[in-house]
């Protein structure tokens, strides 16, 4: 790929991260004067809207954001490379893994944002026991196994994956929401609508579920 004239990156910044999408997308590569450019232009990375580094960001392989690196776009945008980067392929672990908190100071959402604080804040399961495998998923799911590739505690996954298989269903109903005060009488109620659940076609929602409780309720 060659610029059409050397005022295009001063013209429109972002090209300097399109330039090296495109290359990662479709195998091209800049001739040695535009990459020159880049490279004189690299502290124009991060003048763009952020949503537009964003869309361009997400787009990159593991391959795209070592390219990033090479040219010098990943300290003024406030990354860095990173030992995680390929130690899980989806687009948020590598946004995480390349720019940690400073991820933050991009227009992200809430929910990209939950995900990158749980791996930020995740602590390694102290061993493979239920008990702490246990305490490690219910810091960190639904993004477990995530976390355990940025804590390069990967010898935890097959535990955690059979944790999630052998994870009971979500029951139809609650005790705290059946409406009444805790006691035995919740029991005996979640224990009805278990019981009924197992060959009841009218439970297999929770509106037949609470029908049930109601008419127990007499």
Known sequence: MRAIAPAVFDDDPLRLLRAVRLEDELGFRLDPETEALVREHAGLAARPAGERILDELRRL????YDRLAELGLLEPLGGGPSPRLRAYDSPWFRLAATFGEG??????????????????????????SPRAIHRFRK???????????FLEAGEHAGVVRQAREDEPAEPLLRGDELGIDPGPEV??????????????????ERGGAFELVRRSLG
Do not use: M, Q, Y
Not at 139 to 149: H, I, R, S
Not at 187 to 204: M, P, Q, T
């Open 61 to 64: 392989s593991a391959d795209g």
């Open 103 to 128: 991820l933050k100071r991009l227009p992200i959402s809430n929910e990209l944002r939950r995900f990158t604080d749980t791996l930020l804040r995740a602590e390694p399961p102290a061993d493979s």
């Open 139 to 149: 810091a960190t799911e639904p993004w477990a196994l995530e976390a355990l590739a």
């Open 187 to 204: 029991g005996r109620l979640l224990a009805v609508v278990g019981r009924g659940a197992g060959g009841r076609d009218d439970l297999d």
